[in-house]
Structure formats: structure tokens, C-alpha cells
């Protein structure tokens, strides 16, 4: 999946945040909460909040299966 985002998806969007209500860091996943954010390209649209969760794709996650109770 990371792959083929990667080598497929050429677009690139550019925004302007008001503020930068909270930020956290925790297993490798970062998570921003922004407040007034205005995301520009052909039109411009404005929003009040808005929330990015970010990974790192490069790394490989080991998934452990349920066990069968």
C-alpha cells in the first residue's frame, strides 16, 4: 500500500493552520489538532478544526493474530 501511494499519488496539497491547538507523539504515530485552517488549491476552503494522524510507512508492523479462545 505504501508502495503504490507513493509511486501513484502525485498530488500535494498546501494549508495555512490558525493555530496549533494540541500535538502528541506516541508509538511512532504523530497526531495534530488544528483550528482555522484554510487548504488552498484551484478554490480555497476554510474549516474550523481539522485532525492529521501521521506513521512512519517505511518501518514494518508485526501483527500477532488473536488467539482462538
Known amino acids: 500500500?505504501?508502495?503504490?501511494?507513493?509511486?501513484?499519488?502525485?498530488?500535494?496539497?498546501?494549508?495555512?493552520?490558525?493555530?496549533?491547538?494540541?500535538y502528541r507523539?506516541?508509538?511512532?504515530?504523530?497526531t495534530f489538532l488544528l483550528n482555522d485552517v484554510e487548504f488552498r488549491d484551484i478554490q480555497d476552503i476554510k474549516v474550523d478544526k481539522v485532525k492529521i494522524v501521521a506513521c512512519d510507512g517505511k518501518g514494518s508492523i508485526n501483527v500477532v493474530?488473536?488467539?482462538d479462545e
Not at 1 to 20: D, E, I, P, Q
Open 1 to 22: 500500500m505504501n508502495t503504490a501511494l507513493a509511486n501513484r499519488v502525485k498530488s500535494r496539497l498546501n494549508f495555512k493552520a490558525g493555530k496549533l491547538h494540541t
Open 25 to 30: 507523539f506516541c508509538d511512532n504515530v504523530w
Open 65 to 67: 493474530p488473536p488467539k
